[in-house]
């Protein structure tokens, strides 16, 4: 399948990898990328450029295909080496990036002159112009669906999309809610270029984080998810757990009164826990309304293979049969 997302990257197939905190790594990100996609490494879960740059390397040797590297910029008094990281991918030879959180104008010159693709992920039309203005390449489009933040507008995908795509000159790709064939059909029909996917991802076999986590994905149901942080602005949409009761607990007693101390043990330093140990309680974890779409846990290549099968099906036969001659 061709559209400007293929081209932009180099890719076969218009899929995206999400970045996702403690999921991103070299595996799940060259599995992606050798099935078609765009696999993405999540920098900040390395400690460090130095981690990065090393996990850079073990995907370059995973796969020859075109991956790129998630970077978000946090709004944190004490921010992370962002010279240093981008300085690890640059020297990385990886082309795409995919930048969240702040602002990325300041980066741009500095990516662009290494001959890098940006994609920005946005949860609003106004952001999305907005990275548009300052040079970014394409947008992630993420609607009040996505798993983590989903911005404060709640506007679901089936009016921010085609309204990305009224304003839009850039080629942008829709994020939360994509799971299937059916999910990059409908996203092509509203404007899109292509999909991105994160709890679909993680659902995989070869998404590098406990089995405890894929099981919780598919035995989740579209109602299975809850907002947090509202009160704070920072709005995360996060897989019901003991960990998210004793949070909302909290956000109910204190009101307005509520302070990100407060729910420092529920959101903070919790992924390893999480991903890689798999204790499911220990905290509040992402996850999109999508987990009601997965009921499996496929490898990479088989995710992909049918996705694309699926949404050839639908157009070819389906939607194409629906025309009188």
């Known amino acids: ?48 450029p130095e981690a990065l740059a090393n996990e850079i390397r073990r995907c370059r040797a995973m796969t020859d295909k075109p991956f790129g590297v998630n970077l978000t910029f946090l709004p944190t008094v004490s921010s992370p080496d962002y010279p240093g990281y981008i300085r690890a991918i640059i020297d990385g030879g990886v082309k795409a990036v995919e930048t969240a959180g702040n602002n990325p104008q300041k980066w741009m010159p500095m990516l662009h002159e290494a001959g890098i693709k940006v994609i920005h992920k946005c949860t609003s039309v106004r952001h ?25 507008d709640d506007v679901p995908n089936f009016i921010l999309l085609p309204r990305a795509a009224e304003e839009l000159r850039i080629p942008f790709v829709a994020s939360g ?19 991105n996917m994160g709890t679909r991802f993680i659902a995989t076999q070869e998404a ?11 035995a989740a149901s579209e109602l299975d998810t809850r907002l947090v942080m509202r009160g704070l602005r920072n709005t995360e949409r996060v897989l019901h757990n003991a960990a998210t009761d004793r949070l909302l607990e909290k956000e109910r007693t204190l009101g307005s009164a509520l302070k990100f101390d407060d729910i420092i043990e529920e959101v903070a330093g919790v992924y390893p826990r999480i991903m890689q140990q798999g204790d499911m309680d220990a905290g509040v974890w992402s996850c999109g309304m999508v987990a009601g779409l997965i009921h499996d846990v496929p490898s990479v290549k088989e995710l992909i293979d049918r996705i694309m099968a699926q949404a050839h099906d639908i157009i070819a036969k389906r939607l194409s049969g629906m025309l009188q001659a």
């Open 1 to 48: 399948m061709k559209t400007r997302i293929t081209e932009l990257f180099g890719i076969q197939h218009p899929i995206i990898q999400g970045g996702m905190h403690y999921v991103g790594f070299a595996e799940l990100a060259a599995a992606v990328s050798n099935a078609g996609g765009l696999g993405l490494i999540t920098a900040l879960t390395q400690r460090n």
């Open 128 to 152: 999305a112009l907005k990275a548009e203005a300052i040079g970014c390449d394409a947008v992630s489009v993420d609607g009040f669906e996505c798993g983590g933040h989903p911005g404060e």
């Open 177 to 195: 809610g994509m799971a299937d064939g059916r999910s990059l059909v409908a996203a092509l029909a509203l404007g899109a270029d292509g999909m």
């Open 208 to 218: 590098p984080v406990h089995a405890r986590v894929k099981e919780a994905i598919v």
